[in-house]
T-cell receptor, first 112, second 111 residues
């Protein structure tokens, strides 16, 4: 069974640009959550989607947004990139809310 | 006070010893508790999960939960150099997928 797939694996952008990251959950999983990991802050929750609806949102500015499609695939978008957005962005999927989460390999974003 | 606290380490133990990793949490409504292992440059990998007070064993790993003390721990028996990684404690409230992570404890197992 394929795991959680995140694309792209690496991204380099400049300040002010926007970026879209993609996550394909494990087959049959309907819940997708996104996290940001930085050396200083550790792993921080961004948002959670279930059945195309955002169920929870973390304490991030409105520049961070996401969505989920009918096939459970999810995308997150960051607009007007700042240097501090450089991080590893991790997606995790689970069967449903409250179930165990499995992480993808992540997308490493560098903002120059 | 942070929601989930862990000692950042590094915790250094000799090969074959028991490594004890600890985590405290602040939300008494927390229902599910997870230990993830993260190797440098890799994504977190689930090691153990525990929902009820007491001990849960899986191979060399034992998770311990004490909800009254808001404390969860992970014991690794017969530690191996391949266990050297950062161990992340994560806590989830009821009926949500939002995981709150501690900052992780770096474990070093030396031969």
């Amino acid at each position: 069974k394929a795991g959680v797939t995140q694309t792209p694996r690496y991204l380099i952008k400049t300040r002010g640009q926007q970026v879209t990251l993609s996550c394909s959950p494990i087959s049959g999983h309907r819940s997708v959550s996104w996290y940001q990991q930085t050396p200083g802050q550790g792993l921080q929750f961004l948002f959670e989607y279930f059945s195309e609806t955002q169920r929870n949102k973390g304490n991030f500015p409105g520049r961070f947004s996401g969505r989920q499609f009918s096939n459970s695939r999810s995308e997150m978008n960051v607009s007007t990139l700042e240097l501090g957005d450089s991080a590893l962005y991790l997606c995790a999927s689970s069967l449903g809310q409250g179930d165990i989460q499995y992480f993808g390999a992540g997308t490493r974003l560098s903002v120059l | 006070q942070k929601e989930v606290e862990q000692n950042s380490g590094p915790l250094s133990v000799p090969e074959g010893a028991i490594a004890s990793l600890n985590c405290t949490y602040s939300d008494r409504g927390s229902q599910s508790f997870f230990w993830y292992r993260q190797y440098s440059g890799k994504s977190p990998e689930l090691i153990m999960f525990i929902y009820s007070n007491g001990d849960k064993e899986d191979g060399r790993f034992t998770a311990q939960l004490n909800k009254a003390s808001q404390y969860v721990s992970l014991l690794i028996r017969d530690s191996q150099p391949s266990d050297s990684a950062t161990y992340l404690c994560a806590v989830k409230a009821y009926n949500t997928d939002k995981l709150i992570f501690g900052t992780g404890t770096r474990l070093q197992v030396f031969p």
